[in-house]
């Protein structure tokens, strides 16, 4: 048994980025099959209680105060220690260490001792504290809400997106996204998360061609990429921090509504303007028109609303670029297959595979030129689409 764990831990270590979910998946299906129908009660019925045990960790800094005693002569920090540090009593934070011990979060090393481990390092990155809050705070009410909003609406599939478990959830009549405008905390959650959780070095720009894409003659005054919906502009900063202005001329211009463009960022050769981009796009013949996981928020018929009003400021040069989670149709793993549901909670749109896609493209007069896939384990993928 031994030798066996030893030889997993070493191709765990050796696997790729892209090789990490398959191994999980196997190890994951492994744990699952030895389970009794209490075990999957209790890890299933349980979830939400991980996510409170943990933001209450991260709330007391018992994370980071732990990796940094790795360093130490004991490597561990003892409950007296941890509730001088943090004001917490020493009796509660053994409840809530050896509960994060059980879940594999911290290692207990004595009766009154924990130390780090790689799930406490995890929890010190930053997109673990914004991630936690935003599931917390925002996402989780909807999911409490989800099954009683399916039995009232007779286990249809959503196509109303002013009347979702969200709705339901937060008692308001508002959008997820016009509701963040009046609470800034749930908005940076999202904000810091969305920013956190992929680098620059795992995005569009690694795999799409942009200057093979872009005339040499392209006038510096002429719009060259629009990111419509683009919150508060990180997609706008990593373009023009990749393509400065000399390298690329043209204008890059933000679009989003006022409460993300009053907090968007200060990027030179970046134009923050307000858009409602259900209206008719203003910004006319521009090369790239980019939107980032724009359309998941969305239903069918909102989803070609949108096309429509994008592509009637294109022209025959411009291409619409769509960067979204594109499942395959069988085998979706959970990161994209949680991202669904969510979407569906949230605002009754979906994660939609290629053929889904094809379908609406067509049906509005575009089509859809190339994928280009830079996220494989996650699916997270950029279409050229174009006027037919």
Same mark, same amino acid.
């Given at each position: 048994m031994d030798a066996a764990i030893e030889n997993i831990k070493q191709l765990a270590s050796e696997a790729g980025h892209s090789a990490r979910q398959p191994i999980i998946l196997a190890l994951t299906k492994l744990i699952y099959s030895l389970e009794t129908p209490d075990d999957t009660v209790q890890r299933i019925g349980g979830l939400p209680l991980q996510t409170s045990v943990a933001l209450t960790a991260v709330d007391l800094g018992l994370f980071r105060l732990l990796v940094e005693a790795e360093a130490g002569s004991t490597g561990s920090l003892t409950l007296a220690e941890l509730a001088a540090k943090t004001g917490?009593?020493?009796?509660?934070?053994?409840?809530?260490?050896?509960?994060?011990?059980?879940?594999?979060?911290?290692?207990?090393?004595?009766?009154?001792?924990?130390?780090?481990?790689?799930?406490?390092?995890?929890?010190?990155?930053?997109?673990?504290?914004?991630?936690?809050?935003?599931? =917390?705070?925002?996402?989780? +009410?909807?999911? =409490?809400?989800? +099954? #009683?909003?399916?039995?009232?609406?007779?286990?249809?599939?959503?196509? #109303?997106?002013?009347?979702?478990?969200?709705?339901?959830?937060?008692?308001?009549?508002?959008? +997820?996204?016009?509701?963040?405008?009046?609470? +800034? #905390?749930n908005m940076s959650y999202f904000n810091d998360y969305m920013a956190f959780r992929r680098g620059p070095e795992l995005g569009w720009l690694s795999v799409y061609p942009v200057r093979e894409q872009v005339p040499e003659s392209w006038p510096a005054d002429r719009p060259l990429y629009v990111n419509i919906g683009g919150n508060i502009g990180h997609q706008c900063a990593e373009f023009r921090d990749k393509f400065p202005a000399d390298v690329l001329p043209g204008r890059v211009i933000l679009q989003d509504l006022p409460h993300s463009i009053a907090a968007a960022l200060a990027t030179p050769g970046v134009e923050n303007t307000v858009h409602d981009f259900f209206k008719p796009q203003p910004v006319r013949g521009a090369k790239f028109y980019f939107l980032r996981g724009v359309f998941h928020n969305h239903p069918d018929h909102k989803v070609k609303l949108l096309l429509k009003q994008t592509m009637d400021a294109m022209t025959e040069e411009s291409i619409m670029l769509i960067d979204e989670i594109i499942p395959p149709a069988i085998g979706t793993g959970l990161d994209a297959a949680a991202h669904d549901i969510t979407m569906l909670a949230a605002f009754a749109g979906a994660e939609r595979s290629e053929e889904q896609w094809k379908g609406l493209f067509g049906e509005v007069g575009l089509r859809l030129v190339r994928t280009y896939v830079y996220n494989e384990a996650s699916y997270e993928s950029v279409m050229d689409v174009r006027l037919l």
């Open positions: 917490a009593e020493a009796a509660l934070l053994l409840r809530l260490l050896r509960y994060l011990a059980s879940i594999g979060l911290v290692d207990q090393v004595s009766k009154d001792a924990f130390k780090a481990n790689h799930g406490s390092r995890n929890m010190t990155a930053k997109v673990a504290e914004s991630g936690l809050r935003h599931y =917390f705070y925002t996402c989780c +009410p909807e999911y =409490f809400a989800l +099954p #009683d909003h399916l039995k009232r609406t007779g286990y249809k599939n959503a196509n #109303d997106e002013t009347q979702t478990a969200w709705h339901d959830a937060f008692k308001t009549d508002k959008g +997820p996204f016009t509701w963040f405008a009046d609470k +800034p #905390d």
